[in-house]
């Protein structure tokens, strides 16, 4: 009797599991997505261009990614942020994941970034990952080095993932970096460290790559304040115009 209850409890549980799964996951994905049109709402209403620098709320990011071009297939393998209030990176605020991959990056990206097979393959589902991301990042305005790169990620993930646009504000750390030193020619993040004196322990690991960034950030808007820009718009008038120094 109890062996052909359990067999009965079993065949139930095959039977509607599927609909529950689904019914769960939809749930799951509408909550996702209300939450992230939330912040977008926010995104819209905040007023980031005329703030004080120092008053701004940053997020430094960096993705690890496994080539160059998510339309052909390559993969977000990892992100990694700090938080930055004004001139101040709080140490505490990050945020770091590894991301489940679909197939087996070059041997060449696993040297490069660390990572292992079986990190990536235990690690949680891009969906998840960024969703928890953008809880972290809210409507702060996201910084980059060499944001191009991670702009044609999270725009291509969001969309694939939450079916949404990206909206997020994401400035590159050249944004300042050619105000506040135009007469050097500071490209990679290593060559910018070098000039800055900014300690580097280990590169191409997305969290490590954040802090670093966010280092650079900092001495970049306190040096842009001491050149008299207060301002994004402040900075975005003074590019506007052409110019390759301050006067």
Not at 39 to 44: A, F, G, N, V, Y
Not at 81 to 86: D, P, T
Not at 134 to 161: C, D, N, P, R
Request: aromatic share 8%.
């Amino acid at each position: 009797m109890i062996n052909n209850m359990v067999q009965l409890v079993k065949q139930l549980s095959n039977r509607l599991s599927p609909n529950v799964y689904t019914s769960v996951q939809q749930q799951s994905d509408a909550a996702r997505l209300s939450h992230l049109r939330q912040i977008q709402r926010e995104l819209k209403q905040e007023d980031v261009l005329d703030r004080p620098l120092s008053e701004l709320s940053f997020i430094i990011f960096d993705l690890e990614t496994s080539g160059f071009y998510p339309d052909k297939g390559d993969q977000i393998l990892s992100i990694g942020a700090i938080k930055m209030k004004g001139f101040d990176i709080l140490d505490e605020e990050i945020f770091y994941s590894t991301v489940k991959c679909d197939k087996k990056p070059s041997d060449e990206i696993l040297t490069l970034t660390g990572l292992t097979t079986a990190e990536l393959m235990d690690a949680p589902v891009l969906v998840d990952v960024l969703s928890d991301f953008y809880k972290f990042i809210g409507h702060s305005t996201l910084v980059a080095h060499h944001a191009h790169h991670e702009k044609k990620f999270m725009s291509h993930a969001t969309w694939q993932t939450l079916r949404t646009t990206f909206q997020h504000r994401i400035l590159d750390t050249s944004f300042l970096t050619k105000i506040v030193t135009p007469t050097k020619n500071l490209v990679t993040l290593d060559e910018c460290c070098a000039y800055y004196d900014i300690p580097v322990q280990m590169r191409h690991h997305a969290l490590e790559d954040a802090r670093v960034t966010a280092q650079l950030w900092q001495k970049n808007i306190r040096l842009a304040k001491e050149k008299g820009f207060e301002t994004l718009r402040d900075v975005y008038a003074y590019l506007a115009k052409g110019r390759t120094a301050h006067s």
